[in-house]
């Protein structure tokens, strides 16, 4: 990813963002309420809207993250196997994000 916008990140920031097997897009910070949630929406074949909640608890933070997307085109057709793929992803991922967040 290639923050694109001037200033600080927060609400409009938009970066340039290239996934392993998807076209280049543009993504838009639509929420920002810094440190508990943030959004961004793209567009491109498939339109995604990402949001992640940050919660404090006894036991540390917990992080929830809602993933919508919407395909278009002829990734309408093979979109339910990009979704399982796109799990096992996001799994792995997570554990990453929860290995380095603590490593810190």
Known sequence: M???TEGPVGLGTKFKAKWH???LVTTECTHFDRPRS?????GGPIEVDLTIT????????LLKSRFDAR???LLQLIFP???IILGR?????MVNVKRV???A
């Open 2 to 4: 290639e923050k694109i």
């Open 21 to 23: 097997s998807s076209p």
């Open 38 to 42: 943030f959004s961004y929406h793209n």
């Open 54 to 61: 940050l919660t404090s608890t006894a036991q540390g933070t």
């Open 71 to 73: 395909p278009h085109g």
């Open 81 to 83: 196997i990009f979704l």
């Open 89 to 93: 992803q996001e799994k792995a991922n």
């Open 101 to 103: 967040m603590e490593a």
